[in-house]
C-alpha cells in the first residue's frame, strides 16, 4: 500500500515557475514506476510526465516539452515536477500515481495509487 500526498500548487502569473512535490508513504516506493497527470474543469485527465523506479526513462508530454521536468528523489520517497515558462492552459489540478508497472501507454483508469490532487493556476 502507498499514500501519496501532492503538494506545492499554487497561483502563478504566465512565464512563471512552481514545483510539485509527491511524498509517499509506505512500503516500496522505490520500485515504483511514477507518473504526474492533470486535470482541467470539462477536460479529461492527461498524462504530463512519467519515470522509471531508478530514473533511467523519463518521458513528457509534448505540449510541456523543454518547460517540465520529472525527477525523483528515492532515498525522500518524493517524485518532483519543475514547471518552469507556465502557460495559462498548464491551469490544472495535478495528481501523481504510482503503479508496479511501466505507466507510459496504460489507462489512466488502471493505475493502482493516486494522490488527491494539488490546484495549479497559471494567469496571463
Known amino acids: 500500500q502507498v499514500q501519496l500526498v501532492e503538494s506545492g500548487g499554487g497561483s502563478v502569473q504566465a512565464g512563471g515557475s512552481l514545483r510539485l512535490s509527491c511524498a509517499a508513504s509506505g512500503y516500496g516506493f522505490s520500485d515504483y514506476y511514477m507518473g504526474w497527470f492533470r486535470q482541467a474543469p470539462g477536460n479529461e485527465r492527461e498524462g504530463v510526465a512519467t519515470?522509471?523506479?531508478?530514473?533511467?526513462?523519463?518521458r513528457v508530454t509534448d505540449s510541456v516539452k523543454g518547460r517540465f521536468t520529472i525527477s525523483r528523489d528515492n532515498a525522500k520517497n518524493t517524485l518532483y515536477l519543475q514547471m518552469n515558462l507556465m502557460k495559462p492552459e498548464d491551469s490544472a489540478l495535478y495528481y501523481c500515481?504510482?503503479?508496479?508497472?511501466?505507466?507510459?501507454?496504460?489507462?489512466?483508469?488502471?493505475?493502482?495509487?493516486w494522490g488527491q490532487g494539488t490546484q495549479v493556476t497559471v494567469s496571463s
Open positions: 519515470i522509471s523506479p531508478r530514473s533511467i526513462i523519463t
Open positions: 500515481a504510482a503503479d508496479p508497472r511501466p505507466i507510459t501507454g496504460r489507462r489512466i483508469a488502471d493505475l493502482k495509487y
